[in-house]
């Protein structure tokens, strides 16, 4: 519980040393996508491979695979029509409105937020759990997301659009987070390993991905006007539901299953992550409110900073690891 302690402790000086550097102009806006840009494409993947390729695949790291892949799909479908559900109890809001916010009640950002602080607060075997829930996430973010964008609609796409949308979908199941990602978990189950000299010289890149991604969170959370934050109920709102309701549901959803404390611990804590960053540029490409997406982003993130640390501090001691 100490280690856990000193994790969260060290993070969170992390986003405030990124929130201040912004205040004080030394990280302005206009650096956050070329940063955002290298943590995603450079240090990210160096950290995925390093991690995966210091695992060993025994039957137990299998069965967690296979759970962790299955579960998150599950769970995603059961919490479209969860957070559906709680949009429509939102009243005077129109319906692409609730569509738009329930999208940001639904999507975590278990990746960029999600993979760094599950390494530093729980170790590689975690981290590696978190790569597969991304994994999984991917593809219902640009599947059941996308149609959940549209609810209620009565076409759900333009059969003109059918190949353009298919290309959409795909195109991020070939980013290079998400290729890394394959490869290193093809590496895992055929037990090919890196050689030392260059899986060292990616450990040291990679660890500069915890970091590096909570300071960019923390400039990034230096852009934000703490009055919009408070003033709009349905953004608090839609963070209750995204931050707390959600991860407490999951938790007793899974609590009881007969698998392994890592998955259920990496599946909770998944959803304890805010809205993914993404789903502002879904949302913009389905021509829907993609400024209120952001708002809902940006709110959650913000008061992630507060409940994320409690989670943490649950679920280690719920499903303490050892």
Same mark, same amino acid.
């Given at each position: 519980?100490?280690?856990?302690?000193?994790?969260? *402790?060290? $993070? /969170?000086? #992390? &986003?405030?040393? +990124?929130?201040?550097?912004?205040?004080?102009?030394?990280?302005?806006? @206009?650096?956050?996508?070329?940063?955002?840009?290298?943590?995603?494409?450079?240090?990210?993947?160096?950290?995925?491979?390093?991690?995966?390729?210091?695992?060993?695949?025994?039957?137990?790291?299998?069965?967690?695979?296979?759970?962790?892949?299955?579960?998150?799909?599950?769970? *995603?479908? $059961? /919490?479209? #029509? &969860?957070?559906? +559900?709680?949009?429509?109890?939102?009243?005077?809001?129109?319906?692409? @409105?609730?569509?738009?916010?329930?999208?940001?009640?639904?999507?975590?950002?278990?990746?960029?937020?999600?993979?760094?602080?599950?390494?530093?607060?729980?170790?590689?075997?975690?981290?590696?759990?978190?790569?597969?829930?991304?994994?999984?996430?991917?593809?219902?973010?640009?599947?059941?997301?996308?149609?959940?964008?549209?609810? +209620?609609?009565?076409?759900?796409?333009?059969?003109?659009?059918?190949?353009?949308?298919?290309?959409?979908?795909?195109?991020?199941?070939?980013?290079?987070?998400?290729?890394?990602?394959?490869?290193?978990?093809?590496?895992?189950?055929?037990?090919?390993?890196?050689?030392?000299?260059?899986?060292?010289?990616?450990?040291?890149?990679?660890?500069?991905?915890?970091?590096?991604?909570?300071?960019?969170?923390?400039?990034?959370?230096?852009?934000?006007?703490?009055?919009?934050?408070?003033?709009?109920?349905?953004?608090?709102?839609?963070?209750?539901?995204?931050?707390?309701?959600?991860?407490?549901?999951?938790?007793?959803?899974?609590?009881?299953?007969?698998?392994?404390?890592?998955?259920?611990?990496?599946?909770?804590?998944?959803?304890?992550?805010?809205?993914?960053?993404?789903?502002?540029?879904?949302?913009?490409?389905?021509?829907?409110?993609?400024?209120?997406?952001?708002?809902?982003?940006?709110?959650?993130?913000?008061?992630?900073?507060?409940?994320?640390?409690?989670?943490?501090?649950?679920?280690?001691?719920?499903?303490?690891?050892?």
């Amino acid at each position: 519980m100490q280690a856990i302690f000193s994790s969260i *402790f060290s $993070i /969170f000086i #992390f &986003v405030l040393v +990124g929130f201040i550097a912004c205040r004080v102009n030394i990280l302005p806006k @206009e650096t956050h996508a070329p940063l955002l840009s290298f943590v995603l494409n450079i240090t990210t993947p160096c950290l995925i491979l390093s991690s995966v390729n210091s695992s060993e695949l025994d039957t137990r790291t299998f069965t967690n695979t296979i759970w962790t892949l299955v579960l998150t799909l599950v769970l *995603f479908l $059961i /919490f479209s #029509f &969860v957070t559906l +559900g709680l949009s429509r109890l939102m009243k005077k809001t129109s319906r692409d @409105e609730k569509n738009v916010l329930s999208v940001a009640m639904l999507t975590c950002n278990s990746g960029f937020m999600g993979l760094p602080i599950s390494q530093a607060a729980f170790g590689p075997a975690i981290f590696y759990l978190m790569v597969i829930q991304n994994l999984a996430f991917n593809v219902y973010l640009f599947t059941g997301v996308i149609m959940q964008f549209h609810a +209620g609609e009565k076409a759900l796409i333009d059969k003109r659009q059918i190949f353009p949308a298919i290309r959409r979908l795909l195109k991020p199941l070939f980013s290079f987070s998400s290729v890394t990602s394959f490869v290193a978990i093809f590496f895992l189950f055929e037990h090919i390993r890196i050689p030392a000299y260059p899986a060292g010289i990616l450990e040291d890149i990679g660890n500069i991905t915890v970091p590096l991604s909570m300071m960019i969170v923390g400039a990034q959370l230096g852009t934000c006007s703490v009055v919009n934050v408070i003033s709009d109920w349905r953004l608090l709102y839609v963070s209750f539901c995204k931050l707390i309701v959600q991860p407490g549901l999951a938790l007793l959803l899974l609590y009881f299953l007969p698998i392994a404390d890592s998955v259920k611990l990496t599946l909770v804590l998944s959803f304890a992550f805010p809205a993914a960053v993404l789903g502002a540029a879904l949302a913009e490409s389905e021509n829907k409110d993609s400024t209120r997406m952001a708002e809902a982003v940006a709110t959650s993130t913000v008061l992630s900073m507060a409940t994320l640390p409690i989670w943490i501090i649950i679920l280690g001691a719920i499903f303490p690891l050892g």
